[in-house]
């Protein structure tokens, strides 16, 4: 062969190579119309193009149409205005037909409706899978998808990667979209279509991760008449209160809770999600038990029975610790219940240990239930400081307003581990039994306090009051009662029975009774408790304990100012009348008013 020969059959080859590597744009009509009667026989699906279709051989024949619209007949998922590539089947090709084995769709509108979708036969758009080839793979990139029924689920910038080889192997998929302007990744998930609308069993497994929450789940689905899904799953959220921010997925008391996770075999069907078997990591605490998610009521109802070694409930307490400013005075910002009563709970617990704010509960046995616009907690039992307690707490929003009520009754309770607890001094011990109950309306903290009404009772035995020796300051007060105020502190007063009653009207507690009966020592205290201002007016009338119920105190104290300042002082006046000397100064006899009272008296 001659160089000029090989040559010009070079050229030649290279013409053709070139011509087939290099897309040729179509006319409408020819190509379009086999490829869309090939996706409606195929797919089940309506294609229409408007803009210009090109196609090329080489290195893989592909075709490309741009400004398409693809679309199940019955509107269920419409995809408008993207570009369609697609790579063909070579065999097809050869013998003039048009076969599909990818599609790869950019830049697309996707419009869905979940209620169609549903009404969808999905077992005859499926039919004849493992006798007819149909697409391996289908990618959607840079759309979005906007549902007509379900607005909360709108995604942008899809990416995503569908795999459906044949019936022998599962369907896979993975990508990515924007969710309420956060990335949400689907890290992978597979299941085999075939089986599930032939209502066979089909594995399945779903990994869904984003900033702040990863789901995992893996295990057996089937759909039909009453479809379901058991195996095992994984929920793991860096921060719920991130979660139910970012989302907008309400959670009960989900702006309080810090990161958890839920692990455990479950079961899920149309009516609920059950885990029978679930461990539950909230932050450092871990709790085992059973939980479930009811889908058949007006709002999903969370239930469980958890059980754990150590418990802190501190952060929902948190809320109470915020009714009062930096100043010290009550909140006037409102009362919010919105936030924490999103999702209804029923929830049983039980812990060794427990914390509630800057209290520590042991053997504790709780409820919590949550409704729209209603908290009730209520502790069964508890161990509490060498005794125990119970109570309950409920807040409920009526029109525009919260109502707080609370109640509870103690026994054997060490009062001055209690009050160190609270950080307070130890200025009492002793045991105490007692019984409180208090409610208050309004939009806000303050107001809930300025209209607080309640009665409480409490009764200390065996203990003694820190600071102030009683029988002490009554022999000091006996023999110079006016040194005596100088000289007061220190020591300690024992009593056997220590007992008060308060009775609180619009904001103000009054003592409607309180003794203190010990050895050598009785008192009396009376007065009013502001709860508004948070301050204290009381007198004590301190007497030996053998003196007649009609005699006069023989010292009285004041106790007065605010609950974080308490001043405890000797009443100056009933020093002065006990003094020999400045007695005749506080005449007991009141001179009438026609007469001239003494300038001076001489004894």
């Known amino acids: 062969m001659s160089r000029r020969v090989f040559l010009l059959i070079a050229l030649i080859s290279l013409a053709v190579l070139g011509t087939a590597a290099s897309p040729w744009t179509l006319p409408g009509g020819g190509l379009s119309a086999e490829l ?39 509107q269920a998922l419409k995809a408008e205005g993207g570009t369609l590539r697609g790579e063909l089947r070579l065999l097809p090709l050869l013998l003039g037909r048009i076969e599909l084995s ?17 009404s969808v036969k999905w077992a005859e758009v499926l039919k004849n899978r493992s006798n007819e080839t149909y697409a391996r793979r289908l990618i959607v990139s840079k759309s979005t998808l906007r549902w ?16 459906w080889a044949d019936a022998a192997e599962p369907m896979t998929m993975t990508g990515s979209a924007l969710w309420q302007d956060e990335m949400v990744s689907l890290e992978q998930a597979s299941v085999f279509p075939d ?15 984003t900033h702040s929450a990863r789901i995992a789940a893996e295990g057996e689905a089937q759909l039909g ?5 058991t195996g095992e799953s994984t929920v793991r959220a860096k921060s719920v209160r991130d979660f139910t921010r970012w989302s907008g997925v309400e959670l009960p008391f989900g702006s309080l809770l810090p990161a958890v996770s839920i692990e455990g075999d479950f079961s899920m069907d149309r009516r609920r999600l059950s885990w029978p078997a679930v461990s539950v990591v909230l932050g450092d605490d871990k709790l085992e038990g059973t939980m479930g998610v009811r889908f058949d009521t007006d709002r999903p109802v969370v239930t469980g029975t958890l059980a754990a070694e150590t418990l802190n409930l501190s952060d929902l307490f948190a809320p109470f610790s915020q009714t009062r400013t930096s100043s010290g005075s009550w909140s006037e910002e409102t009362i919010d219940l919105t936030r924490t009563t999103g999702t209804d709970l029923d929830l049983r617990l039980s812990a060794a240990s427990a914390s509630l704010g800057r209290l520590s509960l042991d053997d504790m046995a709780a409820s919590v239930l949550v409704q729209p616009g209603r908290i009730e907690a209520s502790i069964g039992r508890a161990g509490f400081q060498d005794g125990s307690l119970k109570g309950r707490l ?14 509870g009754t103690f026994a054997g309770v060490k009062i001055a581990p209690f009050l160190a607890a609270m950080g307070e001094p130890r200025w009492i011990t002793g045991r105490a039994d007692g019984q409180f109950s208090f409610e208050g309306l309004g939009r806000n903290p303050a107001d809930v306090i300025r209209q607080a009404q309640g009665r409480s009772s409490v009764e200390i035995t065996d203990g003694e009051i820190v600071g102030i020796a009683l029988d002490d300051a009554l022999r000091r007060v006996e023999k110079r009662p006016l040194l005596a105020s100088l000289n007061w502190k220190g020591g300690r007063t024992p009593f056997d029975k220590a007992q008060a ?6 904001g103000v507690g009054e003592i409607a009774e309180a003794h203190l009966r010990g050895p050598a020592v009785q008192a009396d205290l009376q007065g009013q408790v502001l709860l508004v201002d948070r301050t204290l007016s009381m007198t004590a009338n301190i007497s030996p304990a053998d003196a007649p119920a ?29 003094s020999g000397a400045a007695k005749p100064l506080f005449p007991s006899e009141r001179v009438p008013a026609n007469q001239q009272r003494p300038q001076a008296t001489a004894q």
């Open 102 to 118: 990818d599609f790869d769709l950019t830049e697309t509108r996707i419009t869905g409706s979940s209620q169609a979708l549903q």
């Open 195 to 209: 089986l599930l609308v032939s209502d066979r069993i089909s594995p399945f497994t779903l990994t869904l991760s």
């Open 394 to 407: 409920s807040l409920v929003r009526q029109n525009g307003q919260v109502e707080f009520k609370s109640q």
């Open 36 to 74: 869309t009667q090939h996706v409606k026989d195929r797919y089940g699906l309506d294609l229409a193009v408007r803009g210009r279709s090109t196609f090329a051989i080489l290195p893989i024949p592909r075709v490309k149409f741009e400004n398409v619209t693809l679309q199940f007949p019955n």
């Open 501 to 506: 009653q308060v009775v609180v009207k619009n």
């Open 148 to 163: 007509t029924d379900l607005k909360e689920a709108n995604l942008d910038q899809i990416n995503l990667v569908v795999r």
């Open 550 to 578: 009609d005699q006069s105190p023989a010292l009285v104290f004041n106790v007065m100012g605010d609950w974080d300042n308490v001043a405890v002082s000797p009443q100056v006046r009933s020093l002065i009348e006990r």
């Open 225 to 229: 008449e009453t479809p379901r899904m």
